[in-house]
């Protein structure tokens, strides 16, 4: 295994196969993701050396594996979470059957709370003061967690904000996000103290059948990112910056990351982003009045050609077919807007006109449909 046996008599004309030789399995010289001692190790422990971690462990089912790990392993603690978190954290608190406890701000966090979950930076580039936040769990003795998916980026370059890794117990990276690493790849990073728990929930929650394509591509983008970050990220903030100076009249909302780039456009977002789509150009979100681009060293050359149709547009967003019907039922399942893949109403929470409203004009791209129609209780 696998069967296509690293083919290699396709040549040039291999297509998706050229990569065919590197898609191994389990060997004697290639390692075991449940177990690693050899290959995978050395490539964790360098990963973890670029990002300042005492520990980095690999995955290859993408930040989700990542956050139920680190979930499974603190298990039996109580846990609270601060603002908004992924569906994967609610979907492993109910695997798990975890009581879990939202919190506003960092003065509602239960004084016994043991573990304290946070996202940081958001789907918009928004972080938190996660100095603050780790200050706060260490007058409480509480772990901090911090779901870091979007900043895998964040050690490479000093314009960068500064990664959690530096803070936090526990730090969630989906790589495959911002860094050249095929979808799925993922880490996770941990102080030395729960190494061992880590590893172990690790192994409990993966597939026994990772891909060695994505794990052998977080290894390149790490040592990569290792070389060339400062310069790399230096060039695409020039260029967003002098694109931005051409087009003024395209209003940019305020993030940390200047990465994330989200356009704002009132009440044509989703228009714009089907307008962008027809050029070539494929945003990673749109919504009602936004769109989220996130600007990399391999597709920066796109921006302007982004800027300058969406200074020219002038359409609306599609009417959707009312939904009004939901307010005040109970929802069966967790629903939400993908991306960023929160939820917005979570099993069992009542369906408010201010939720509803949310849900109304983004039908085209909801989580937690049956059968395209949201389900009540």
Known sequence: M???GGVKRFGRSAGLYASAPFDVTELSFSDNLSSPSGVILAAEQLAAKAYGAEHTLFFAGGATDAVQSA??????????????????????????????????????????????????????????????????????????????????????????????????????????????????????????????????????VISTSPSYLVMASLDFAR????????????????????????????????????????????EAGSALASALEKAGIYVEASDADRLVLIVTPFNVRAIKKAFRIASQFTGHNVKYPDISELIGKVSAQDVGVYPPGVPLVKKGETFTKEKVEILQANLDRLFGTVDGKIKTE
């Open 2 to 4: 696998p069967s296509h």
């Open 71 to 204: 979930l499974y392993a603190l298990k039996d603690k109580k846990t609270a979470f601060l603002g908004d978190m992924h569906k994967s954290f609610h979907s492993a608190a109910r695997l798990f059957d975890l009581a879990v406890q939202e919190c506003a701000s960092l003065q509602e966090i239960p004084a016994d709370a043991e573990v304290v979950c946070v996202t940081s930076p958001d789907y918009y580039g928004r972080t938190k003061d996660i100095a603050s936040v780790a200050a706060a769990c260490a007058e409480k003795g509480a772990i901090l967690v911090v779901d870091e998916a979007h900043g895998a980026h964040f050690a490479f370059s000093s314009l960068l904000p500064e990664s959690a890794v530096r803070y936090a117990h526990f730090v969630i990276h989906g790589a495959h996000k911002t860094l050249p690493v095929f979808t799925g790849g993922a880490m996770l990073h941990v102080k030395d103290a729960f190494y061992d728990i880590a590893r172990s929930a690790r192994s409990e």
């Open 223 to 266: 040592d990569l990112f290792e070389r060339k970050g400062e310069e790399y990220y230096a060039g695409v903030k020039q260029k967003i910056e002098q694109v931005k100076a051409r087009y003024p009249q395209v209003e940019v909302l305020p993030a940390e990351d200047f990465t994330r780039v989200v356009i704002h456009k009132k």
